[in-house]
């Protein structure tokens, strides 16, 4: 009997070792646990002296912690701005560290009050600019300063490229890279075939019927991209209904993905989806396997996609297969917006924590950054613009993509739109799931909008997310 | 032996230890305190005790009860200052449909993959052990050793890559599986989009989950077989028993402890599964048929930038995580756990 109960409570104690070790197992709880929340520090005036080349007083001697998206750009591009604000600032070191998943790996820096001097807030992991836009220093200083040349830079940049960084009016966020979206081509294929590039949906369905009897598809989609094609018809309505479609859709409004222009493009697609023009399986693959089905093996003709294409296929593109643009198509001729109005917009968010050790040294990165020599450096090596005008010879580095892009840019003026709201309150991950199933067939064009209108009405409803006001 | 060391050591240690239903007794006594509270007993206390329960407190403990503090708060896991919100998260969460959705495919996981992994395996075991030739000793198998080498090789593979891999072999225009299929004349197989079909991403995906897995329970069972004595199997052979009754009345029952170890660790892992989704459907699926709680809690917390939601789902998980190990318990008292056979 004694010796039954001492059995008996061992093996308790090991069952309830073995619950423990389920507990533990569970780590993604563990996961949300913090290491210790710091004091919050006010980060201290300019401690150096204010000049004309040292516009934000940034001390000699100190460093500056630049921490850098590492994706299709590299850091390459930050290193060399690096070494030109040392150049520039005697005994200013700076310290560039890499990283892939920028939330991840900064969200305690936050937590405890220690942020990095400069950010490049980019990427799949990227920290949502809604979570931490109270933390972070205006940069309007950086744009009135002078540049290295001696040029206000704000004279420097195309229009409009400081309204994405800019949430109720303060301008927060320098997105450095310059994003044309467009419908990409290969410009020797259309050429071989007499095929043109179509300005509407109705001739997107009749260019689909030529590229049918070639044996290819007219469209085609990889699973973690299937939203390419929401940012094509986002893009597609507001020229077609202005900016009122924008408007609606930016502040969330009930019933914004019903209004006319948007439901014209939604049925134009399905058209297209339905008439078997899109190759199928896409959700199921791979979204660069499915872009270089487009690129490389030619399978289907057009892609709506940003500007990093070129250089994110660059490996898997078929020799002269001459890359170029084209404006996305609009619903009718007689749209709101020229056909011509392009959706651009900057990417490579660069964001200046206000509570870093080194905010001025922050700043002066982003100087060195917009200034000519750092900027035609980007332009050359990863061919692709920045926000700095200028800086792209009208040979494009060699590159058709890129020249397609600054004529683009150069047809569309001033008629350059862009939205935030589908990053800025992270719903790119439950817009893919309607967006995979619409465009594999699975569903119809209601479905797919009350889809989107229940994403979007759901943030709309949740009191704990602050929105933004867009006008 | 006892003499000898508790001469070595004062009678510290061993006297304790050796005398368990005398030193309960002793316990209070000013006798035992004087005696026992030596040098010895108090480093062995402090390195077999306080230590490991201090590393204890401080990295399992202290992290689960700040983040079920967490749960209750605002927090959008960028700075410092939350507020404490009270169980609204929980409100939210039970309303929403998306986590809710990806409960039950976490649930429907846990109730698969453990069962079926285990099944096979368990099947696997018994061939390579005592499923062989009827004749002479009870053995295996012939080159029984070659095929349980070959059935670890995906164990071996760590699971972001085995993701990796089928995620490859799945692709619809130039995967191997759609490939073999057309061959053999199957074309409606052409461009089917396993993994992005709503029909078939969720089995698609269970599949490689118990693809990965099958090896190391089947050495795990072998293992336990092994331990059983051979007289059993051949007691039970010369009664008349075939190979199907002896699994079902002699090796399950004698190695039970082993089954239930076997499901718990791999029902947690059919209830988180990550690793195995970050690789196959980063986006939780066709119509979220795949989404699971780890993704979603892990898209909240870093994309949405609500860490407070985000640890309320932690919880849950949590909590459904205990709720499936306690009925494994359960079930395994049901069926007759009591009997111990194996013990």
Redesign the interface.
Known sequence: MDINATRLGRRDFLRGSLAAAALAATGSLAACATSGTGTTSQSSAPAGQVSDTNPFGVQSGSTVDAVIFKGGYGIDYAEFAGKQVEAKQQGVTVKVTPTTKVAQTLQPRFVAGNPPDVIDNSGAGLIGINTIRDQLAELNDVIEAKNYEGTVIKDTLYEGVTNPGTFDGKFIVLNYALTVYAIWYSASLFEQNGWTVPKTYDEMLSLGEKAKAKGKYLLGWGKEAATYYQTMAISSAIKEGGDEVRLALENLKPDCWSLPPVQDVFNGLKKIIDAGYIKPGGSGTVFTAAQAQWSDAEQFVLYPSGGWIENEMKDQTKSGFKMTGAPEPTVTSNSKLPWEALHSTAGEGYIVPSQGKNVAGGKEFLRAMLSKDAAVNFAKTKLSSTIVKGTVPPDGFGSTALQSQVKMLEAAGSNIFSWNFVDLYGMNTDQLVVWNSFLSGDSDVAKLTKGLQDITDKVAKDDSIKKVQVS | MTVSTSGLTSGGLTSGVSA??GGLRRFGSARWRKRNLTFDKITFFLVFLIIPVAFYIAF?V???V??AY??LT?W?????AMNF?GLSNYV?LFNDS?FLQAVANNVLMAVVVPIVTLGLAMFFATLVTVGGSTRGNVKGLRNSSFYRVISFFPYVIPAIVIGLIW?QI?????GLLNGILTRLGLDQFA????????RT?RWAVMFVIIWGLVGFYMVLFIAAIKGVPAEVFEAARIDGAGRFRTSISITIPLIRENVQ?AF??IG?LA??A?VYMAALE???????TTLV??QE???T???????G???AM??V??VI??A???LV?AVNRIFGGKSEVG?
């Open positions: 368990p239903s399992v202290s992290p689960f700040q983040a967490f749960s605002d959008t896991g960028f700075t410092p919100i939210k998306t995620s799945y692709d619809p225009s130039a461009s089917f989009a396993w993994l992005g079909d709503p991403a170890t718990i660790y947690i209830l988180d990550f980063p986006g939780g699926g066709p119509n979220n709680m780890a809690l892990f898209n917390a870093f994309t949405k930038g609500q860490f939601y985000a640890c932690g919880v998980l949590a995580t205990l499936y190990a306690g318990f013990e």
